[in-house]
């Protein structure tokens, strides 16, 4: 029987808890008896920061690097407002995406039928949405050099990031757009700032040759300024399949593209490196798009789909399990057309909790199964 090592990082806030949560998922499908998943635990964030004064620890580098796929679930916290820059608990997970090299990362916005109705959005504006938000995570302005705040001479202090990217990187995320776009609607949207960075520029040129250079031509690219691109996510989010974007815009499209369907607590994402040349076999890790939502940390309220989700994804993407993810996904959106529904999505009345939802996903996959 195959065998799969994950490493669970649960991290911060409410991320243990809904690691517990995709943990019970993991385990019903190490159940049904083909595939054996073995999951082994580490800290990661301020969890870690407070064992060991890291907010990632070498030996947990080591066992990330060696997993089959990791799942991480949330990091930080005003626990660990005043801890030094390099040890806040946001930088073990930048560590381990650039690192492991994880540049391409997917975030799939989904309007799940019986939530049309809790998003911000009108129903006709978001039912239905299936879109998929493409970022590129080890570049741009998050990693850049030089980073600093340096103090001038007349005591002033004066802060830089520095947005870079170059070719190769631009162009191996492009491939990656457009290698999704033909398994899905076959649309490609490039957003950046060309009017105002050189970066935007560089962007918009490689994206353009890789499509009429590498024979992407059943693919459909447009280009759009990431403002602009904000501005119709919001006004019409279904005239987009696959957006391709970096790391800062990437970051914050994906926010609002999230908020479309209804809660932050839906969303996963794949954060995925290039696959190795022997085995096939590509890094990477999974992770719910939330944070740790420390104001909820701890009650059994927090949403545990985005988490399942996420290793919905990790099925789809690191063990070409594309028939156990489709039941995955229809087991949540069955448990969700029950009417159960976590505090992030409940419309008044009493929420389920986080227990509550995975029994119901749960319930749903035993009849799926059946
Ligand atoms: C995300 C988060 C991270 C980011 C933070 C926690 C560093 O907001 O994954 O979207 O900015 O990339
Ligand atoms: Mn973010």
Request: charged residues 20%; negative net charge.
């Amino acid at each position: 029987m195959a065998s799969h090592s994950l490493l669970l990082l649960p991290g911060d806030g409410i991320g243990p808890e809904v690691s517990d949560a995709a943990e019970r998922i993991v385990d019903w499908f190490t159940r049904q008896g083909s595939v054996a998943f073995e999951i082994e635990r580490d800290l990661i964030g301020g969890a870690a920061y407070d064992a060991h004064g890291q907010s990632i620890a070498e030996s947990t580098m080591g066992l990330a690097t060696s997993a089959d796929a990791i799942l991480f679930g949330a990091v930080g916290g005003p626990k660990w407002d005043g801890v030094p820059y390099d040890q806040r608990p946001e930088a073990g997970l930048l560590r381990l995406r650039k690192d492991l090299d994880l540049f391409a990362n997917l975030r799939p916005a989904i309007c799940y039928p019986a939530l049309a109705g809790a998003s911000s959005l009108k129903q006709e504006a978001i039912e239905g949405l299936d879109i998929l938000i493409l970022r590129e995570l080890t570049g741009g302005v998050y990693f850049g050099e030089p980073k600093e705040i340096v103090t001038l001479e007349n005591g002033d202090k004066r802060a830089v990031d520095t947005q870079v990217y170059t070719t190769p990187e631009i162009a191996r995320l492009a491939r990656v757009g457009f290698e999704l776009a033909r398994t899905r609607s076959g649309k490609v949207t490039s957003m950046e700032k060309r009017n105002v960075m050189r970066s935007g520029v560089l962007w918009n040129e490689v994206v353009t040759k890789v499509h009429a250079e590498e024979g992407y031509g059943d693919v459909t690219l447009e280009h759009m300024l990431a403002d602009a691109g904000g501005m119709q996510l919001v006004r019409w989010p279904k005239q987009f399949d696959v957006i391709v974007t970096d790391n800062l815009f990437g970051d914050m499209l994906s926010d609002v593209a999230a908020m479309l369907t209804g809660s932050l607590g839906m969303l996963p994402s794949a954060s995925l490196g290039a696959p190795d040349e022997a085995s096939g076999m590509r890094k990477a890790m999974y992770e719910p798009v939330h944070g740790s939502a420390p104001d909820i940390a701890g009650t059994g309220a927090a949403n545990p789909l985005a988490m399942i989700a996420s290793f919905g994804m990790c099925l789809r993407y690191s063990f070409d399990m594309g028939q156990e993810a489709d039941m995955l996904d229809a087991a949540m959106a069955n448990a969700l057309a029950t009417g159960v529904r976590t505090a992030d999505i409940a419309d008044g009345g009493n929420a389920a909790g986080t227990g509550d939802m995975v029994d119901a996903v749960i319930a749903e996959l035993e009849k799926l199964a059946a």
